[in-house]
T-cell receptor
Framework: DVKVTQSSRYLVKRTGEKVFLECVQD?????MFWYRQDPGLGLRLIYF???????EKGDIPEGYSVSREKKERFSLILESASTNQTSMYLC?????????????FGPGTRLTVL | QKEVEQDPGPLSVPEGAIVSLNCTYS??????FMWYRQYSRKGPELLMY????GNKEDGRFTAQVDKSSKYISLFIRDSQPSDSATYLC??????????????FGTGTQLKVEL
């Protein structure tokens, strides 16, 4: 059974803190993604990675960075958290090619920045 | 204008009704079309997956793609209260090599009432 796990379900941080969100997948997928989900705006892609140590900016990368040192793990970093980064963060993974391009999502981390 | 448009709802129907959920899109390069279901406080889970135009049926769910009209639909027959969730459409062109980014609709919130 496919599985994407995220390190925290709920997180509360203060403005200016450095925040790490971790994502692990056990499906040997090449691609991993970080999204944020906000009411009325849907899912917006922050960063994605199609291989270890590779990363590409998504639609809203400002204020975020990522790290992928191992194939199964993709981290999202908020260098200096701000209140407008309060959101639901979703990690996903997928195969790179070869048919099924669907993404499998983790349960999400609801981050509140005070 | 967004690449993918989806009515956010909420859509409220009685149990047993036929539900029709729709998305329109503007990018003619999209080839793969997906529907995700997202329960409250959970990550999206893949419901249906279709390639190019045509219909696909899975139990009470039918996905339709009309590429000439750039219009996709998800039909739910004999709707149940357990179908109450947000439904997101997603789509992507055929890519070779790098990451397969999905473009999501904003989601339609569905409530099936007893």
């Amino acid at each position: 059974d496919v599985k994407v796990t995220q390190s925290s379900r709920y997180l509360v941080k203060r403005t200016g803190e450095k925040v790490f969100l971790e994502c692990v997948q056990d499906m040997d997928h090449e691609n991993m993604f970080w999204y944020r989900q906000d009411p009325g705006l849907g899912l917006r892609l922050i960063y994605f990675s199609y291989d270890v140590k590779m990363k590409e900016k998504g639609d809203i990368p400002e204020g975020y960075s990522v790290s992928r040192e191992k194939k199964e793990r993709f981290s999202l970093i908020l260098e200096s958290a701000s209140t407008n980064q309060t959101s639901m963060y979703l990690c996903a993974s997928s195969l790179r090619s070869g048919g099924r391009l669907t993404q499998y999502f983790g349960p999400g981390t609801r981050l509140t920045v005070l | 204008q967004k690449e993918v448009e989806q009515d956010p709802g909420p859509l409220s129907v009685p149990e047993g009704a036929i539900v029709s959920l729709n998305c329109t899109y503007s990018n003619s390069a999209f080839q793969y079309f997906m529907w995700y279901r997202q329960y409250s406080r959970k990550g999206p889970e893949l419901l249906m997956y279709t390639y190019s135009s045509g219909n696909k049926e899975d139990g009470r769910f039918t996905a339709q793609v009309d590429k000439s009209s750039k219009y996709i639909s998800l039909f739910i027959r004999d709707s149940q209260p357990s179908d109450s969730a947000t439904y997101l459409c997603a789509m992507t062109p055929i890519l070779t090599g790098g990451g397969n980014k999905l473009t999501f609709g904003t989601g339609t919130q569905l409530k099936v009432e007893l």
